[in-house]
Nanobody, 124 residues
Framework: QGQLVESGGGLVQAGGSLRLSCVAS????????MGWFRQGPGKDREFVAA????????IYANSVKGRFTISRDNAKNTVYLTMNALKPDDTAVYYC?????????????????WGQGTQATVSS
């Protein structure tokens, strides 16, 4: 599956935007479903968004629906998470991950390969 490398995190004020990227080194990137998860301070890792291998199906956590958009460019081996209207509660390390199947994409255990994460901090 190769490596997953996230980038694009940073410090932003509430109401601002960030776009996270996750580049995969695998030659078969287009075969994999992709997810974004996050882990805030003192919290468990939680589902944020997922996209199927073709990019035709996306799902979101209720907490980010309408504010975040997941997308992918298979030609660039990259999945994106565009985050708008950010809130302090969105502060977390954001991880991308691959899943062979798109059956229960909200569940951590469906994902078998993870990146190292990128920190996003939203100030009030």
């Amino acid at each position: 599956q190769g490596q997953l490398v996230e980038s694009g995190g940073g410090l932003v004020q509430a109401g601002g935007s960030l776009r996270l990227s996750c580049v995969a080194s695998a030659r078969t990137f287009s075969d994999y479903n992709m997810g974004w998860f996050r882990q805030g301070p003192g919290k468990d890792r939680e589902f944020v968004a997922a996209i199927n291998s073709k990019g035709s199906i996306t799902i979101y956590a209720n907490s980010v629906k309408g504010r975040f958009t997941i997308s992918r460019d298979n030609a660039k081996n990259t999945v994106y998470l565009t985050m708008n209207a950010l809130k302090p509660d969105d502060t977390a390390v954001y991880y991308c991950a691959t899943a062979r199947y798109f059956v229960r994409p909200r569940l951590l255990e469906e994902y078998d390969h993870w990146g190292q994460g990128t920190q996003a901090t939203v100030s009030s």
